[in-house]
């Protein structure tokens, strides 16, 4: 659902082409090769900087979102860089491209990823304000409200009993939800409760001095169930926006990786600069072996 076939499709192209290329001869597009390494150095600390200015883990949703908008528009600037690049040499050449493809694609990727983020984040805060407006409208409606309109026992009069029996089912805490469908149905058999409630207060035949009593806490009631019902639309549309953070997060994290290793990949192509090897070797110390040196570590946890 989050690939992209076709460019996915010349990415792998591009890395078969690069390892099949036969090798060039000794010294052929040297400064080509200094270039890829010089361009290679620069993206890595670009990226490596954005990823060590990661939030804390428990930071706000705002401000993971805003670190992941800040590597995908670095992995863009990476893209950018090595697009700039004309080298003769093919496999010089193949390997700029397979840069800038994944930086490409993980640029798109963790620009959708930061997107989701924010409309995480905006549906929690909505979440959090129907949630504390929930709670503020059950407050009171338990079995101690009967006793405003002459319910004081549920053998107090007509449609007592129905009434305390509805604010004792309206004023119970329920289970603690385990995901947010869970929460969704908690809080619309809350509505339920509440809705029930009001059908028992509109039931009563207080005497005329309570009735105003009666009037206000049927009011009170159906509040609290709207309130209720707000909640639970609120968790219904939290629900595939989760989903669809958690795919993304994935997608963007493969991304990441995948542009991390090309460009370890285009380190090692040329090998060691020149004067490194000609320095090791008239020290007597060997030489590391071209693509022997550790690839850099991925940047895809800013994006976790």
């Known amino acids: 659902m989050y690939r992209a076939p076709r460019t996915l499709a010349a990415i792998a192209i591009a890395l078969v082409c690069l ?22 150095k620069r993206a890595q600390k670009k990226l490596t900087d954005v990823t060590e200015a990661a939030p804390a883990a428990d930071a706000a949703l705002d401000a993971v979102a805003d670190h992941t908008q800040a590597l995908g ?17 093919h496999d010089v050449k193949e390997a700029a491209d397979g840069v ?73 805490p329920g289970g603690v939800p385990l995901d947010v469908a869970g929460a969704a149905r908690a809080s619309r058999a809350k509505a339920a409760a509440f809705d029930e409630l009001g059908r028992a207060v509109d039931a009563l035949t207080p ?17 609290a169930a709207e309130a209720y019902r707000s909640l639970a639309s609120a968790f219904d549309e939290l629900g595939p926006l989760q989903e669809r953070m958690v795919m993304e997060r994935q997608a963007a994290q493969e991304a990441v990786t995948r542009l991390s290793a090309e ?42």
């Not at 090769?33 to 010089?38: K, Q, T």
């Not at 528009?73 to 040499?89: H, L």
């Not at 004067?275 to 850099?296: D, K, L, M, R, V």
């Open 263 to 304: 460009l370890g990949a285009a380190e090692r192509l040329c090998g060691p600069p020149a004067s490194a090897s000609a320095s090791g070797s008239s020290a007597g110390s060997a030489s590391p072996a071209p693509g022997s040196a550790a690839a850099p570590s991925a940047p895809g946890s800013a994006a976790r």
């Open 100 to 172: 800038r493809m994944l930086g490409e694609l993980a640029a798109g990727r963790l620009e959708a990823l930061a997107k989701s983020l924010r409309a995480l984040a905006g549906a929690a805060t909505r979440l959090d304000k129907l949630e504390a407006a929930a709670n503020d409208a059950a407050e009171g409606l338990g079995p101690e409200a009967a006793k405003a309109v002459g319910c004081q026992k549920a053998t107090g009069g007509a449609g007592c009993a129905a009434l305390v029996e509805a604010l004792d089912a309206a004023s119970q």
């Open 73 to 89: 528009k670095t992995a863009g600037e990476v893209a950018r860089d090595f697009a700039t690049t004309t080298p003769q040499r």
């Open 207 to 223: 005497p005329p001095p309570l009735r105003p009593a009666q009037t206000d806490l049927a009011r009170r009631a159906k509040a």
């Open 19 to 40: 390892r099949c290329t036969p090798a060039p001869a000794p010294g052929a597009g040297a400064a080509e090769c200094a270039r890829l390494r010089d361009d290679v």
